[in-house]
C-alpha cells in the first residue's frame, strides 16, 4: 500500500556536520572541448552541462588521495567540530556509493583511520544518493534506545575514474544521441566528503535536536538509474519525473503532522538545475530558502546534502527548522527535521 514510513527520535542531537571539498577543479568547459567532435556531430549545442544541468564545474581529488582517505579527514573533522573522543564511537557507518573492492567494507579502513575502539561497530550502507540520511536514521535509533552513545556517519566520493571512462566512450565515432543522453547524466557527478556526529540531546542541550521524518519508495522506478564502477545509465527524465512525483506524494501526506510549509531552510540533494527548480515550483517553496551548491560541486552523491548543510551551518541561529530533503535513485526519498 501507498503511503509514507513515519518516524520520530526521542534522544538524538546533530553534534557537528562537516565536509572536506576535493581539491581539483574541472570546468563543465573542459568536458565540452573534449567532446567537442561528439557534440558537433550530434547537433547538440554549445555549453550543453551548463545550459541544460546548471552545472559549471565540479571537483576532483588531488592524485595520491582517494575517496576512503577524504571520508576519513571529514570524519576526524566532525569528531574535533563536536568535541568527542573516538573511544566513545560506538557506531561508524560509511554511506559512499564509490567503492574499489566488493569487500572488505570500506569502513573499515576508516574505522581503523580514525582509531575507533574495537567495540564500536562499523559497517557500509548503500542506498544510492540517500545513504547518509539512511545512515543517520539508524544512528539516532541506536542512540534513541541507549545501545550507544555517539555515532559517526561519513561519505567520501570519487567520480573522476566513472567519468574518464565515460568520457571516453562518448569521444567513440559510433556514439548515438541515444548513448549520449543515457550517459549524460554521469558527467554531472563531482567528488567531495562528508562526516556527521550524532550523540545523545539529554547530554547535549544547546546542540541540533534530528525530530523525526518520512520515509517513502518508489521502487518500480529501479531500472531508470543503474550505476557502475566505469560508468551510469540514466533515463534522465523518467528519473526526473517519478522522483518528483514520490517527493510531491510523501510531501502531501506529510503535511497534516509534520508542517513543513514554513521551514527556515530545506537542504536538498543536489541534482540539478531542472531538478531543483522542479521541486521548488511543484511543493511551493521559498527558493530563498533552498540553498544551491551544485553548479560548483555537481551531484557529488550521497555527500551532497550533508555537505550543503555544512555549507549553511554558520548561517542558522539556535531554534531555525531544517529540513533535510534527499532522493535516490531506487527510487527511495527521505526527509528528516532537525531544530537547530
Known sequence: MAGNA????????????????????????????????????????????????????????????????????????????????????????NTSVTRRNLEPSVAVKIHHELGLPSSAMNFD????????????????????????????????????????????????PETTREDFNREFATLTLGSGAAAAVLGPRDEYPGAHRLVGGVMRAGTEHHELCVGGIDGMSTDTKGLLDGGLQLVVDAWHEAQPEWDWASMDRYVTHQVSNAYTQAIINAIDLDPDKVPITFPHWGNVGPASLPMTLAAQAQSLTSGDRVLCMGVGSGLNAGMVEIVW
Open 125 to 172: 550502507l548503500a542506498n544510492a544518493c540517500l545513504g547518509f540520511v539512511n545512515g543517520l536514521i539508524l544512528a539516532a535509533n541506536m542512540i534513541d534506545s541507549g545501545q550507544i552513545r555517539y555515532a559517526v556517519i561519513v561519505n567520501g566520493e570519487d567520480a573522476q575514474g566513472t567519468q574518464e571512462a565515460t568520457l571516453a566512450r562518448l569521444q567513440r
Open 6 to 93: 513515519t518516524f520520530r527520535h526521542s534522544n538524538t542531537a546533530l553534534l557537528s556536520v562537516s565536509s572536506v571539498e576535493a581539491p581539483r577543479i574541472v570546468s563543465s568547459t573542459d568536458f565540452d572541448r573534449r567532446l567537442a567532435s561528439t557534440l558537433q556531430r550530434l547537433k547538440f549545442p554549445p555549453r550543453l552541462l551548463e545550459r541544460v544541468a546548471g552545472i559549471t564545474h565540479r571537483r576532483w581529488w588531488a592524485a595520491g588521495t582517494s575517496f576512503d582517505d577524504a571520508a576519513v579527514e571529514a570524519g576526524a573533522k566532525a569528531l574535533a567540530e563536536a568535541g568527542v573522543e573516538a573511544s566513545e564511537v560506538g557506531l561508524l557507518i
